[in-house]
């Protein structure tokens, strides 16, 4: 336990007994998230682990659980830390990762009272990405 203080990334070496100890492996995300890929399946399972990690790198998502990948929280978490996590949502979020950035640029460059969306070309409007909006699943 003491080389896990000093070296976080030694939970890679540990058995899967202490790979699943929420304790010892929590100590670890909170100073390198990326390592929940070495969490046991319990662990990556654990919303409120998987939230504390994801928060704070977002990136971190994709060695969560497909629940979790699924769980509008902790996607939501993900990309608030960073945008690029939402390559590791839902399939219907992925398929608009190209899109995303466009539909953004078009919401900060609104300078009207009028809806958000009208900005929006019509093939997005009408394609996958307002259904990503509306969060579908």
Not at 6 to 17: F, I, Q, R, V, W
Not at 21 to 48: E, F, M
Not at 105 to 128: E, I, M, N, T
Request: aromatic share 6%; charged share 30%.
């Amino acid at each position: 336990i003491r080389a896990i203080r000093e070296n976080p990334g030694a939970l890679a070496l540990l058995s899967h007994d202490l790979r699943a100890d929420r304790d010892l492996v929590l100590r670890c995300l909170l100073k390198r998230p990326s390592l929940l890929r070495y969490a046991s399946a319990g662990l990556k399972n654990d919303k409120c682990l998987v939230l504390r990690a994801v928060a704070i790198k977002g990136t971190a998502l994709a060695h969560a659980s497909e629940r979790l990948r699924r769980d509008r929280e902790v996607v939501m978490a993900a990309i608030d830390n960073n945008e690029r996590a939402l390559r590791f949502g839902p399939r219907s979020l992925k398929k608009v990762f190209a899109e995303w950035h466009r539909a953004r640029l078009l919401f900060a460059g609104q300078r009207c009272s009028c809806s958000k969306l009208s900005w929006l070309p019509l093939d997005v409007v009408r394609g996958p990405l307002l259904a990503a909006l509306v969060w579908p699943f």
